[in-house]
């Protein structure tokens, strides 16, 4: 879990100038005792006591390491989930930094670089030896090797709770240790070795890896693709790759919304492709084309679209599945190619083109696009949480802890008039992409506040004839699923800066929801996903939170249409607690414009969750039930003390964390969640200020949801009773302390790599379809 640090900054200048002196001199004895560093090249090598990098090592890794080094988050850069990752090292470089006044030189594993040597020039130092490949420079001179020896010879202290001398803020600062660095690196921080803050390897664990590392930490023989796998991803590269210009259109599309997915086929479901752009045609090597965003200018006379093999380790907080079949190809023809229209030509690259899709795909029918995207829709939403950037960072404190999400039905959404209204309209639109890393913020989101206002009253008259022409607002109007698909109804949880979207309605009825149709999905998709830049400055970061705001205001409108009229206002206003009067202003401006007939049947007063009950009987044939806490090893007696949970809100629940995994033997896992609640969401600072512990309220899941956990709970199923009677009664910090004395298995726990494998386990036995390696980043030290 990396080389973690909180760092004085009184003392700075000085501080720099004896590690670079010291660099120096302890660079020149490391160059006197094992030669020159030379950037170390992958090459696939056996070694002669037969360690197997993908059988052996990469499963150590895989349990101990890169629960803390993957993704962008991971500390020091150091990307362990795959070998190019372990050669590329470590950065003194943050990815996740809000403050920039400038755009950060982009540092994507397997695209900003291609060798080590331009890995080095970019500032990133070995962690691996790169002197002569002898036994003793393989261990005295490899960070990983001395940071695994330092944990081994310093173990974790005996006590429950580590000193405050541990550092595990979100936003920490980091101590990335070059090797000339080391030695006063363990003199000062013996604690601190690999893995940080938990507790050191098995011993079977540590000599595998020490040996693999002593002999020069080889990569092993390249695995090979099978003959059957390689055909069927040429067929699917000839399909993408159509030269008449309708082709290429629809393909773009395709690319710019598939970019992040792991691409997955029915010949090897367990081998994961990337959809990238390339210079080369099928039947030729990739010649990657990276860019900024996927639709930023390829500078090539024609782009081809390839399908590259990622060597990765799934980890569950970037994880996208996406599977390529046979059903899936023939969606598409229905959608893009046996429906009649015309491609005129091919649209520019040019940013204000480009960053808005209405503009670049007009000429695609409405319709389809809705349907491509409604497909798998809980992929499409999940795109804007783990997409590019693993933590949702900027975007996600501009959602609630725990909503649900409905679509307009797509019969609604595929006439000419549709199409016709968007391309009017496509000019109020523009998405803050166009402007890029900006450094003019404010005077840019009046522009877009501008834009959305008149989108929002040409929207209003334009709902406001359609709905006339269909008679009524009715149930009708939210997609069905077409009676089979899952998609149609999502939950998302927020968890703090991460998210996670699961299909069905979970947990009990929640605050707000959305309903989203074409244009708003397809804005959420270009702002948060093909048009957001981790790499940014603070400025496109700010612009782009601040327009997502007009984003779920829209989507929660729409539902709100769906209540009776002297409903909407309560609760509006209840929503927007203590929000800016401009926000309010805002938010009646939509519904002034639009008077429409609801004929929904309500019988009670208390329509929001009524109108919730009609959703869930709409939607019944395809609700997913799989997180329900339903368990034939359970009692009822047992299953209604857990559903209890559900019931406790205010201060009891102050004291937990967001996301909490519960392991009972012999029953599963469940996923204790803390939905923490807010007056509004409307303003990007100061979220403490707008809490209101008091209507906090939790959820139990069956099984796992999130990819972040904070604490670990081991529970006995006679005891789960106890469990639940010890949470709704929580009173104190001394209280929740009791309950992990109890039932808690800490970060320094001798048994917690064994929970960790066990909860891993049942991940993938249980939920094979988006498991993959937790991150242990946002345990707590409590």
């Known amino acids: 879990m990396g080389f973690i640090r909180s760092c004085s900054r009184s003392s700075l200048v000085l501080l720099s100038l004896l590690v670079i002196g010291c660099s120096m001199i302890g660079g020149s004895l490391w160059d ?29 890794f895989e349990q101990r390491c890169i629960v803390c080094h993957a993704c962008y988050d991971a500390p020091c850069q ?74 081994q010879q310093h173990p974790l202290p005996k006590m ?11 936003n920490r600062d980091q101590q990335c240790p070059k090797l000339e660095q080391l030695e006063r690196y363990e003199k000062n921080y013996p604690l601190w070795g690999m893995p940080y803050g938990l507790p050191g390897l098995e011993q079977d664990e540590y000599n595998l890896l020490m040996r693999w590392l002593a002999e020069g930490a080889q990569p092993g023989p390249a695995k090979k693709m099978d003959a059957q796998l390689e055909a069927v991803i040429a067929d699917w590269e000839s399909f993408l790759n159509g030269d008449d210009i309708k082709s290429q259109l629809v393909n773009r599309y395709l690319f710019e919304h ?22 080369t045609p099928p039947g030729e090597p990739i010649q990657r084309i990276s860019t900024r965003r996927p639709f930023d200018d390829p500078n090539v006379e024609r782009v081809y679209y390839r399908f590259w093999r990622d060597p990765s380790t799934i980890v569950a907080k970037n994880f996208l599945p996406y599977a390529l079949n046979s059903a899936r190809r023939s969606k598409w023809q229905t959608w893009f190619y046996e429906t009649e229209y015309q491609v005129s030509k091919l649209p520019s690259y040019h940013p204000d083109t480009a960053a808005n ?58 006439s000419e008039l549709d199409a016709m209204f968007l391309a009017q309209n496509s000019s109020h639109l523009q998405l803050p992409a166009s402007v890029g890393s900006t450094l003019l913020p404010m005077t840019n989101w009046s522009r877009y506040s501008s834009l959305q206002k008149d989108y929002l009253v040409a929207k209003a008259n334009y709902v406001q004839e359609k709905v006339e022409r269909q008679g009524a607002v009715t149930l009708d109007m939210i997609w069905d699923g077409d009676g089979n698909n899952q998609n149609a109804a999502l939950t998302v949880f927020r968890h703090s800066d991460s998210a996670s979207v699961n299909q069905g309605l979970i947990g009990q009825n929640p605050k707000t929801a959305w ?57 509006l206003t209840f929503w927007y607690r203590n929000a800016e009067k401009e926000v309010h202003e805002y938010l009646d401006l939509y519904q002034k414009n639009l008077h429409v007939k609801n004929a929904i049947p309500y019988k009670t007063d208390q329509h929001k969750a009524e109108l919730f009950g009609m959703l869930k009987a709409h939607l019944q044939p395809v609700l997913d039930r799989q997180h329900d ?83 670990f709970m081991l529970v006995d199923k006679k005891q789960l009773p106890d469990f639940v009677a010890r949470v709704q009664q929580l009173t104190s910090e001394a209280d929740y302390q009791a309950l992990r004395d109890r039932y808690g298995i800490r970060r320094t726990d001798p048994d917690f790599w064994q929970i960790s494998d066990e909860i891993h386990a049942y991940y993938h036995a249980t939920q094979p379809n988006d498991a993959g390696i937790l991150d242990y980043n946002r345990l707590e030290n409590r």
Not at 35 to 58: C, F, L, M, N
Not at 160 to 170: H, M, N, Q, R, V
């Open 32 to 60: 006197q005792r094992y030669g020159k560093p030379q950037a170390r090249e992958y090459v696939p090598q056996h070694t002669s006591t037969g360690i197997d990098y993908h059988a052996d090592v990469q499963q150590v």
């Open 78 to 151: 150091l990307k362990l989930e795959s070998f190019k990752g372990l050669l590329r090292g470590a950065s003194t470089e943050k990815v996740y930094d809000g403050s920039r006044l400038l755009a950060a030189n982009l540092t994507r594993l397997f695209e900003d670089a291609t060798t080590t040597q331009e890995w080095r020039d970019k500032g990133f130092f070995p962690v691996l030896n790169e002197r002569l490949n002898m036994t003793e420079a393989n261990i005295e001179g490899s960070v990983m090797a001395r940071m695994l020896m330092l944990k």
């Open 160 to 170: 429950a709770i580590l000193p405050e001398s541990f550092t595990f803020d979100l």
């Open 258 to 279: 598939l970019f992040l997915a792991h691409v997955y086929f029915d010949a090897a479901p367990q081998h994961y492709f990337r959809l990238v752009r390339s210079s």
């Open 357 to 414: 899709p209405f503009a670049t795909f007009m000429e695609l029918p409405v319709g389809s696009r809705y349907r491509f995207l409604l497909d798998e829709a809980q992929f499409t939403i999940m795109n804007f949480i783990k997409g590019p950037v693993c933590r949702g960072q900027v975007a996600l404190n501009v959602i609630q802890d725990h909503f649900w999400v409905f679509f307009v039905d797509p019969k609604l959404m595929s």
């Open 515 to 571: 309903v989203i149709g074409y244009p708003l999905l397809e804005r959420i998709h270009y702002l948060l996903v093909a048009g957001f830049d981790v790499y940014g400055n603070l400025s496109h970061q700010l612009l782009s939170r601040l327009y997502m705001d007009f984003l779920r205001m829209e989507g929660e409108i729409t539902f709100l249409d769906m209540l009776p009229p002297e409903t909407r206002q309560a609760e």
């Open 629 to 711: 806490i339903v368990s034939t090893r359970l009692p009822k007696a047992t299953q209604d003390a857990l559903n209890k949970l559900h019931a406790v809100s205010g201060e009891p629940i102050s004291f937990l964390p967001q996301t909490t995994f519960i392991r009972v033997p012999d029953v599963g896992v469940f996923t204790l969640l803390h939905n923490n609640a807010y007056t509004n969401l409307s303003s990007l600072f100061r979220e403490e200020h707008r809490r209101v512990p008091a209507e906090d309220d939790i959820t139990l899941v069956r099984g796992i949801i999130g990819a972040y956990p904070n604490a």
